[in-house]
T-cell receptor, first 112, second 115 residues
Framework: GESVGLHLPTLSVQEGDNSIINCAYS??????FIWYKQESGKGPQFIID?????DKRQGQRVTVLLNKTVKHLSLQIAATQPGDSAVYFCAEGGTSYGKLTFGQGTILTVHP | ETGVTQTPRHLVMGMTNKKSLKCEQH?????MYWYKQSAKKPLELMFV???????ENNSVPSRFSPECPNSSHLFLHLHTLQPEDSALYLCASSPMAGASQETQYFGPGTRLLVL
């Protein structure tokens, strides 16, 4: 999960396994959540989003789950591939003019 | 690619230099953003522009000066920076900053090193 500190959380999986990346968000009034993927040398890339009136949303190989009761967000990646190796960020928004608040990120490493 | 380009991709400057970062979006969006990404810290929002007007200045030092001449272009003018300003500077755009639920699309960033 996300944490504040000097070290990013890390997740190491084997190719073909499913991955679950967690995020604890801070503002109970947030009503929009996004997952981004950032590969080395690139900017964050949009993966999937979810609004607070939903608790689950599926994309291609990815699923986002939202638990508003405990302010928890997760990203599930099915059949993880080496190309999925990156830093994954959650972001929360909806409470302020165009403002997204980002988590610190989780490093996902996929071993062939 | 996301439709947001940034130049230069890498920049090294001295503390007395003046330089500018450029961002261009080809998505027809009306809102643009500058973020700072330092090692092992969350993305920090610096500025938000909506329809070429600055709508947010997130307590950024005056040595960073943004400019948005039109809805497709955004600049970040830099002068008398400090070594701690070394970071990846990311530009993003979204359809309209006034909407509370909008995805922001990021450029590749400019890696800045201040000596």
């Amino acid at each position: 999960g996300e944490s504040v500190g000097l070290h990013l959380p890390t997740l190491s999986v084997q190719e073909g396994d499913n991955s679950i990346i967690n995020c604890a968000y801070s503002n109970s009034a947030s009503d929009y959540f996004i997952w981004y993927k950032q590969e080395s040398g690139k900017g964050p890339q949009f993966i999937i989003d979810i609004r607070s009136n939903m608790d689950k949303r599926q994309g291609q190989r990815v699923t986002v789950l939202l638990n508003k009761t405990v302010k928890h967000l997760s990203l599930q990646i099915a059949a993880t591939q080496p190309g999925d190796s990156a830093v994954y960020f959650c972001a929360e928004g909806g409470t302020s003019y165009g403002k997204l608040t980002f988590g610190q990120g989780t490093i996902l490493t996929v071993h062939p | 690619e996301t439709g947001v380009t940034q130049t230069p991709r890498h920049l090294v400057m001295g503390m007395t230099n003046k330089k500018s970062l450029k961002c261009e979006q080809h998505l027809g969006h009306n809102a643009m953003y500058w973020y700072k990404q330092s090692a092992k810290k969350p993305l920090e929002l610096m500025f938000v522009y909506s329809l070429e007007e600055r709508v947010e200045n997130n307590s950024v030092p005056s040595r960073f000066s943004p400019e948005c001449p039109n809805s497709s272009h955004l600049f970040l003018h830099l002068h008398t920076l400090q070594p701690e300003d070394s970071a990846l500077y990311l530009c993003a755009s979204s359809p309209m900053a006034g909407a509370s639920q909008e995805t922001q699309y990021f450029g590749p960033g400019t890696r800045l090193l201040v000596l």
